[in-house]
Structures are given as C-alpha cells and as structure tokens.
C-alpha cells in the first residue's frame, strides 16, 4: 500500500516491515511499537544529520509546571528521546503557582528563539491556567503537538500542517502492516481533541468510514462487532472486550491505566480481545513509544520547513 501524509516524509514499505509478531498463544499479531519507532527514529537521525550539517539543528523547549508524577515520567521521556536522536532539547521547568500571563511571555520568547524549532507544554496544567488559551499561543510553525487550532483546521480540511502525535503513530502502526484503510469500517472509541477527533479525521483522510463514539453512545457494542477497525482511546479499562469485537478485526488500544494490582494496562481486554482480532497492539509497548516518535518526527519536520 501506498501512502503519503501532506507535509511529511513517509516512510516506505522496506523501513516500515516486518513490526507485527505473532505470540503462539495468541490469534492476533501483535504491532510492536517498540521495534517500529526504532526504525522510524534511525530515519529521524539520517534527517537532524542533514539538518545539522546545514547549521539547523532542530530544537525542541518542553515547559513543565509543577511536579505531577506522571508528568515528570513522560517529560522526561520525551527529553531523553530527543538526546538519542540529536535533537536539541530545552526543558523549563516551572512551579504549578506561575502565572498564566508568566507563561504566556515564557512561551512568546520561545516562539521568536530561532533555535527553536517546536514547543510543547506539558498537560494538565494547574486549574488556574486556560489550557486552550496557552495551546493558541504557539506558533502554529511551532505547534508539534499538532493541538493548535490552526493544525486542528488544515487536518479538518487536508491541508498542510502537524497532526496531533498520538493519532499520528497510530496510522503509522496500521501502515506497518500494510493495512488498506479504503472502504473500511472504523470505530473510534473517544472524542477527545487529543486523540479521538483527529484519529477520525486522519482515517477519514485515507478513505475509511469512520463511527466515532463516546461516553452516551448507547449500543457501543453493536457498532464495534461491525468494525473492520477499532481505535479505543477512552480512558476505560476493559471497555472493549472479545464479545464486542468481530473475527479478523484490528485493534489499537490508545489507553493507559492500572489493573488492580497496579500494573500498566490499556482499554482493551488484551487476553480476550486477542482471541479473535487479527492485529492487535500491546500496552505497554504499543502506541506509547510511536506517540514520541511522532513528536520527534514533527520537530525534524518543522525544522525542515525554515530550509
């Protein structure tokens, strides 16, 4: 299968297979995000040489506030990333008490820093603070998140700009596995501005039929049994279990939460679920390791669009 994003440098068929493997105990094949963004990151670096080698080496500021734990954890995730790729990274650190009008001037100066190239702030950010009025005050050459209104717009329309991280990785996934989304059946289960919106709206791009559906959705079940693809990005451990899913279908699990004994887990029913689907992927090991990937993809690809 052909493909090709607006403004990205696809990957092609050679870089991207083979990620998915098959557990002898399972019906599935698992999508290993794990082995796709190593591959995907090696391509990453051979770009930030070319960069650097021109004098641009892409930069990131990450701007944490306060010290949420699961904060800190993906922060300093994304951080050591960029160090593996080469990307230059800035982190500022803040207490949960700045002012929204502190950061907003933080964020000003970042926006006219020549080096660099994307800016992301860490969400949530503390009550008193209006997530969206921050979000809108990145540059949009800037916003690698892809949360600005403005990458929000060229998604919606099929125009030039970044896509929103996480959904990204996710079509990145099914890419790996060669899968033809024309035609196709896809549920989405979650409506967030963070996944489930733009997961739709890049599915929609690559001529799936798209379902998306939400905490009111009355008969969740009845439409996944007619998916040819489910996307479960709700925040709801278990909320899509065997009997929901039809024989052959695949299945990217998008959450993160913890089982009763405090282990790691997503929204599907993963033993069940991989019973009858025929791609599924793994938490952890799935989606998470592709959504910084993706992040690191836009900061290359935003430094590439001042040459």
């Known amino acids: 299968m052909k493909t090709q994003q607006l403004g990205a440098h696809p990957a092609t068929a050679s870089d991207l297979l083979p990620f998915a493997t098959r557990d002898l105990t399972m019906t599935s094949q698992l999508i290993n995000g794990v082995e796709l963004s190593k591959t995907l990151r090696q391509t990453l670096q051979a770009r930030i040489q070319s960069l650097t080698e021109r004098g641009q080496t892409p930069g990131l500021a990450v701007i944490l506030l306060g010290d949420h734990p ?36 933080n964020i000003k100066a970042l926006n006219e820093d020549p080096k660099i190239h994307g800016i992301l702030v860490q969400l949530p950010l503390p009550a008193h603070i209006d997530a969206q009025r921050v979000i809108e005050a990145i540059s949009p050459s800037k916003d690698v998140d892809g949360f600005h209104i403005s990458s929000a717009g060229a998604l919606m329309t099929g125009t030039k700009g970044f896509w929103p991280c996480t959904p990204y990785g996710c079509m990145k996934m099914l890419e790996s596995i060669h899968y033809d989304l024309k035609g196709k059946h896809a549920v989405v289960i979650g409506r967030s501005n963070i996944v489930g919106k733009p997961m739709a709206m890049m599915l929609l791009q690559k001529n799936a039929t798209v379902t998306i559906c939400h905490s009111h959705t009355k008969n969740l079940a009845d439409l996944t049994r007619q998916a040819d693809l489910i996307v479960a990005a709700v925040g709801i451990r278990n909320v899509l279990t065997k009997d929901m899913v039809k024989p052959g ?58 040459n």
């Open 249 to 306: 279908a695949v299945v990217l699990d998008v959450g993160m939460n913890r089982d009763e004994l405090g282990k790691l887990c997503g929204d599907v029913d993963f033993a069940g679920v991989s019973e009858v689907s025929s791609y599924i992927t793994p938490v952890p090991g799935g989606v998470g390791p592709m959504t910084i990937t993706m992040l690191l993809h836009n900061t290359v690809l935003a430094a590439e669009q001042l």
């Open 70 to 105: 699961a904060s800190q954890v993906y922060v300093r995730n994304k951080v050591a990333a960029c160090e593996q790729v080469g990307i230059h990274s800035l982190l500022e650190k803040y207490p949960d008490t700045l002012s929204e009008t502190e950061l907003l001037l």
